[in-house]
């Protein structure tokens, strides 16, 4: 028998994410957001199981398009980081890339490379993420550049949410309101339509006004809630990832004694011992603290002292019957990845995206 930890993948569950996504905004064409190896979830897996339902993929460079490419996908992928030199221009363009266009530097290239036939182009606003896209001041003339070069097909307007789980919060209507007062003379200039991409999960969820052209659903799709509390739609969301080992080796110990590395707990009662094969070598996070819930059984028990590179302890004095060759789940659908990250001072994002390779990955569904 081999070490039990592995990571267990529901890609129907994610399908199921990504239809809730397009009931609640129908008018909405969709761009699945498949950076990082989809969250860790696997993302030519993944992008297979989305591609016959989703106009469009993204990822976050050309190294991760290309692996899409090379494993038969098809949709046109977008590059939400856009290209980082020049020679990536001709290569996006001949695997059916889109473009962010996030600075005049990326500008500069674009308007100098000679490219095969005109890219499209996705024109990012900063209205007050600060991290990527130009100033609310520069959209028309750059608009006007972009159009103006034999280089560019369609062009999307886009910008990014800050703080779009922060429900009724005022900066969302913010961004919002800078977003259409930065595009509004290209709207009342330009004789076609004016595409827009907004939303990503939290702002489709919470913020209606935030649902044209294109979505941009990323955690939702995985099941993973954006928000800290549960609401009517995040409930109906399917955890897509199940991280999950057994139970190697069982101990009765006394008041007193302590458990693990530091000594940082110590039975305040007789207690029983049970021990994991899983550590933060397999992607648990180390800085989760004792009483983290662990289903055993299908039963929560608590994470006793420091989780360790292979294994973690967990209290079961309160659970009956715990045997070696338990099944233990760390997350999955009756134990948020958003409530384990919670304990361990993160957010569910981070612990699904940085699995290492060491945890076997299956696929069902
Ligand atoms: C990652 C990303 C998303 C998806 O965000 P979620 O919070 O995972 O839905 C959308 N848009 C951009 C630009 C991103 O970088």
Redesign the pocket.
């Given at each position: 028998m081999s070490r039990p930890v592995k990571i267990i993948i529901d890609l129907a569950a994610i399908q199921t994410n990504c239809r809730l996504a397009q009931t609640i905004a129908p008018q909405s064409k969709t761009v699945a957001?498949v950076?990082a190896d989809a969250?860790g979830h696997g993302s030519v897996e993944v992008a297979k199981a989305l591609e016959p339902q989703v106009e469009m993929l993204?990822v976050?460079c050309l190294e991760e398009a290309l692996v899409l490419r090379e494993n038969g996908l098809l949709k046109p992928i977008l590059l939400?980081e856009g290209c980082f030199e020049q020679t990536e221009l001709k290569i996006a363009l001949a695997n059916q890339c889109e473009l962010?266009l996030h600075s005049q530097c990326q500008l500069e290239q674009l308007l100098k490379v000679n490219l095969a036939s005109p890219i499209n182009i996705w024109l990012?606003v900063d209205t007050g993420m600060h991290r990527l896209g130009i100033s609310p001041q520069e959209v028309e003339s750059i608009y006007a550049a972009l159009t103006a070069s034999k280089n560019v097909n369609n062009i999307v307007l886009?910008t990014?949410f800050a703080h779009a789980d922060h429900v009724g919060g005022a900066f969302t209507p913010k961004q919002i309101d800078c977003f259409q007062n930065a595009i509004q003379p290209i709207i009342d200039t330009t004789s076609q339509k004016v595409q827009r991409s907004m939303a990503?999960?939290?702002a489709?969820l919470a913020w209606p006004q935030t649902r044209v052209d294109w979505n941009?659903?990323?955690?939702?799709l995985y099941g993973l809630s954006?928000f800290s509390e549960l609401n009517d739609q995040t409930k109906h969301l399917k955890p897509a990832m199940s991280f999950e080992s057994q139970v190697i080796a069982i101990r009765d110990i006394s008041v007193g004694e302590s458990v693990g590395y530091g000594c940082t707990w110590t039975a305040k009662r007789p207690s029983t011992i049970a021990t994991i094969a899983v550590g933060y070598g397999d992607g648990y996070p180390r800085g989760a603290k004792s009483g983290t819930p662990v289903l055993i059984n299908g039963q929560r028990a608590p994470l006793a002292g420091r989780v360790s590179m292979d294994l973690i302890s967990v209290d079961v004095t309160d659970l009956a019957n715990v045997k070696i060759g338990d099944t233990a789940i760390l997350w999955g659908k009756d134990l948020s990845a958003n409530e384990v990250a919670n304990w361990a001072g993160t957010i569910g994002?981070e612990l699904v995206t940085r699995m290492p390779k060491r945890v076997a990955r299956l696929f069902v569904n």
């Open positions: 957001v950076k969250y993204t976050s939400l962010v990012k886009m990014h990503n999960s939290a489709l941009r659903p990323g955690i939702m954006p994002y």
